[in-house]
């Protein structure tokens, strides 16, 4: 019996990340929705502190929260905090991070054709980018452009965005991508973990000591936290960016993903004010028109440029490039070190199965450079364009 651990350790980490990942994103969303819904409280609940609370019905029970903005006059026994899901959703995805991206940096994050690096030096690189990312942004965030918020919000749009191109200059387009996403998520964490919850301590301690707390602790939290409901759409967009190809295998891929990011800008604005009673439908339009813009520049941009052919390529020279670059890892016996099954399924054995995945191969070999993953079997651009005139007559 062999057990693949590897392929199982990853599979529990992915689950495990959008597990706590789906719980944290979910409890932010309904408390900036809740902060956001909040109706004036009665004269009687003013006495007391209240702020705003709302009434709201789910599961087959009526749930009638208030917001206190400094704190109730009696700290309550039992105060939930919400801070485990966001570091397990780090902890989680850094793990994976690591199994995927470093432990198999030749496959999924070096990229020769950009710069030769050894694995210790990508995963070096890929761990500056994320930790400095957090000691660039807090920086930010503490200087005067933090106090502005759309400044900071240009600011940091522009930073990240340069992070991408750096990065889509130094990695495989799949594993800039991840670390784009990984820097953020990074921030988003570190939010809570080093300035949020420590600020909302420090407050229950002035009040449990019977002091007026520094409202600073309060603003400062705020802050951070307007800044990862922003920051919640691009990570998650990134974050399933591995799934597709045409996003990270285009020439200016880093534009792409700074495209989608802007786009995503006025989706999450349209929420924000749509929970305070302002519906404006233009933000959803500006959204969607904005991802069209990018899904056209990406179209434009074209795939592989098609190098010349001689003539016409047989099914038979078909096969042999297949066997000679796929093979390796799409068999139903594997040669490559560290797979014991092809991967997703997906085996060109049999001349029949290479027809029927001509369309797969076609995207992820001929049209992008996805395929071979790392380039492991060093497949040339001739070999490409040769492969995409073979599966077209092989197919029409
Ligand atoms: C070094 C191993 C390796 C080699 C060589 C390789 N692949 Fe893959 N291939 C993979 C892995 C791993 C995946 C799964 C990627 C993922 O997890 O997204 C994959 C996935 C795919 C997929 C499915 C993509 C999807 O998500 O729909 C196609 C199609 C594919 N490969 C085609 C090819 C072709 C064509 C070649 C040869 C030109 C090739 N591969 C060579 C490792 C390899």
């Given amino acids: 019996m062999i057990i693949d651990y590897a392929a199982w350790l990853n599979l529990v980490l992915r689950w495990l990340h959008v597990i706590t990942g789906i719980a944290w994103i979910g409890a932010s969303f309904y408390f900036v929705w809740l902060d956001n819904s909040l109706t004036a409280p009665s004269a009687a609940e003013k006495k007391e502190g209240v702020t705003g609370e709302l009434w709201a019905v789910h599961g087959g029970g009526f749930y009638n929260p208030k917001k206190y903005a400094v704190a109730p006059a009696h700290m309550p026994k039992h105060l939930h905090w919400f801070k485990w899901e966001a570091y397990f959703t780090w902890i989680s995805g850094f793990s994976l991070l690591c199994l995927m991206y470093y432990y198999n940096a030749n496959l999924y994050l070096i990229d020769p054709s950009k710069m030769a690096l050894t694995p210790f030096q990508a995963t070096f690189i890929g761990l500056s980018f994320i930790f400095g990312g957090w000691v660039f942004y807090d920086e930010l965030c503490r200087s005067h452009i933090g106090q502005n918020n759309r400044l900071f919000g240009c600011v940091w749009f522009l930073s990240v965005t340069a992070g991408a191109y750096a990065l889509c200059h130094i990695f495989s387009g799949r594993g800039a991508f991840i670390h784009v996403g990984a820097m953020l998520g990074t921030v988003m964490v570190a939010n809570v973990f080093r300035i949020i919850i420590p600020n909302q301590k420090k407050v229950v301690a002035a009040l449990l000591a019977g002091e007026t707390p520094d409202p600073r602790l309060g603003a400062e939290a705020k802050q951070r936290s307007v800044h990862n409901n922003y920051m919640t759409l691009p990570v998650l967009l990134v974050m399933i960016s591995n799934h597709y190809p045409m996003l990270y295998s285009v020439p200016h891929n880093w534009l792409v993903l700074a495209g989608l990011a802007a786009a995503a800008w006025p989706i999450r604005q349209f929420f924000n004010l749509k929970h305070k009673g302002d519906v404006n439908y233009w933000y959803p339009v500006a959204g969607a028109l904005g991802i069209v813009i990018v899904a056209m520049f990406v179209s434009a941009q074209g795939s592989n440029p098609v190098s010349a052919i001689k003539g016409a390529v047989?099914?038979?020279?078909?096969?042999?490039?297949?066997?000679?670059?796929?093979?390796?890892?799409?068999?139903?016996?594997?040669?490559?070190?560290?797979?014991?099954?092809?991967?997703?399924?997906?085996?060109?054995?049999?001349?029949?199965?290479?027809?029927?995945?001509?369309?797969?191969?076609?995207?992820?070999?001929?049209?992008?450079?996805?395929?071979?993953?790392?380039?492991?079997?060093?497949?040339?651009?001739?070999?490409?364009?040769?492969?995409?005139?073979?599966?077209?007559?092989?197919?029409?």
């Fill in 314 to 396: 047989s099914p038979e020279e078909v096969r042999l490039i297949v066997r000679e670059r796929c093979s390796a890892c799409h068999s139903d016996m594997p040669t490559e070190a560290g797979f014991t099954t092809a991967p997703k399924g997906i085996e060109f054995d049999t001349m029949t199965e290479i027809k029927k995945y001509a369309p797969l191969i076609m995207m992820q070999a001929v049209d992008h450079d996805t395929m071979p993953l790392g380039n492991a079997t060093h497949m040339t651009k001739e070999e490409r364009a040769e492969l995409g005139e073979g599966l077209k007559a092989l197919t029409n």
